[in-house]
């Protein structure tokens, strides 16, 4: 019995010892290969602004009377008071005063035509983006043209809208301009060429909206082009995105938004309305120079849905550049980069073998496999340096 027991001790010990020199499995992430929507994006921070501003300023010299008015006041189009001028001897009413408010009367007329003009082009360009789009709409009905071609006639004629409505405000804010200096025309002439002081100058708002900033509040004397007020309609408002121009030419008018992080629970949806043509230097926050471009997004939501938002608000923005249902895709930490080709590690028989893939589309996360992988299969994600052809590998 001595003898057998201590046979079995050897036994074991030598067992002991062979299994310890046996490799051990190597601990691993294991994911899976699927199919699913991928979305690439590109992020950046973006800021709201007021599609229209508009500045009223003086229009004539003379003694400004103090504002009233403060940021977040309504006013209303030709009756909200904005400011009044106080006629004032001898820069109001001298013969160079005339001759400027004469000129500036000539000025104004000209831009109000110029702005009329502008609106009929503007018309018949919305009339014609209108009929190509009832022109699409009836023929994707038959399947004639593709999704791409209706949403392209679609963003085409909300486009040609706004530059109608533009266009509209425009005149509205010519024909003040106008009125304006008509205005002060008549104040600085009387029949018999003598100066006249009797009266005063009133500015009426030119727009409904709200005053944004008030430049002047204090009584003083003023020229003609001094800003007094800056008005705007906060529920008009779009989104300026600052992208790097690598970027800038991967996105096209069309493209959906996502805008997150602006304070509400849910993601806001947009659409890009503009790539602007010209980029601009700007230094990053580690101090390298960096060419950027702006690019213009509007809300696609009711005006009602935006009256927590105002001018210059915040918000992180992901312009959508290309997405797709039913996607073969892996995780881009499984990826690894060999001899200029994509390689990732696949369990075989619980071993990690090498597969050479082609992909497609990647985002920061995700990635789309055109050939190397089918769907169900186990990849290695965030593989070490001890994963190599053939070890033994074992979910951790």
């Known amino acids: 019995m001595k003898r057998i027991l201590l046979v079995l001790f050897i036994a074991a010990i030598a067992v002991a010892i062979w299994y310890s020199f046996q490799p051990q499995p190597v601990p691993v992430d294991i994911s899976t290969v699927e199919k699913g929507m991928l979305r690439v994006t590109v992020n950046e921070d973006g800021k709201t602004r007021i599609k229209d501003y508009y500045i009223v300023a003086s229009p004539l010299s003379g003694r400004l009377t103090r504002i009233a008015l403060r940021p977040g006041d309504d006013v209303y189009s030709g009756e909200t008071l904005i400011a009044t001028i106080e006629p004032m001897d001898p820069s109001l009413l001298d013969p160079r005063s005339r001759a400027e408010a004469e000129a500036r009367e000539k000025a104004a007329e000209a831009r109000f035509k110029q702005s009329k003009t502008a609106k009929v082009k503007a018309e018949k360009e919305m009339q014609n983006a209108e009929s190509r789009m009832g022109r699409m709409k009836a023929a994707s009905l038959k399947n004639a043209v593709n ?33 304006q200096a008509k205005a002060a025309w008549i ?8 100066p006249s002081t009797v009266g005063q100058f009133e500015i009426k708002s030119p727009i409904t909206g709200r005053v944004l900033r008030v430049f002047q509040e204090s009584a003083k004397v003023v020229q003609p082009g001094n800003r007094l007020v800056e008005l705007g309609d906060p529920q008009d408002l779009e989104v300026v995105i600052d992208v790097l121009s690598s970027d800038a030419v991967k996105i096209e008018p069309g493209n959906r938004v996502l805008l997150e992080q602006w304070g ?28 950027r471009v702006n690019v213009v997004v509007d809300f696609k939501m009711p005006q009602s849905k935006q009256e927590t938002l105002g001018d210059g608000f915040r ?69 070490s340096d001890q994963v190599t052809e053939g070890v033994q590998v074992v979910a951790r």
Do not use: C
């Open 187 to 194: 104040r600085t002439k009387t029949e018999d060429g003598s």
């Open 315 to 383: 918000m992180e923005a992901r312009i959508v550049i290309w997405e797709k249902n039913d996607v073969l895709k892996v995780p881009t930490s499984a990826l690894f980069r060999n001899d200029n080709n994509w390689y990732v590690f696949v369990i075989e028989e619980g071993k990690a073998a090498t597969r050479k893939l082609q992909i497609g589309q990647r985002n920061g996360l995700e990635a789309e496999i055109l050939e190397g992988l089918s769907e169900n299969e186990r990849i290695i994600v965030h593989p």
């Open 264 to 291: 509400g629970e849910k993601p806001l949806d947009g659409r890009v309305r503009l790539i602007e043509p010209s980029a601009f230097t700007k230094i990053s926050a580690l101090g390298v120079e960096e060419q």
């Open 147 to 179: 999704e791409d071609e209706l949403d392209r006639a679609v963003l085409q004629y909300n486009t040609r809208a706004e530059d109608y409505r533009s266009a509209n405000f425009a005149i509205e804010i010519a024909k003040f301009e106008l009125e």
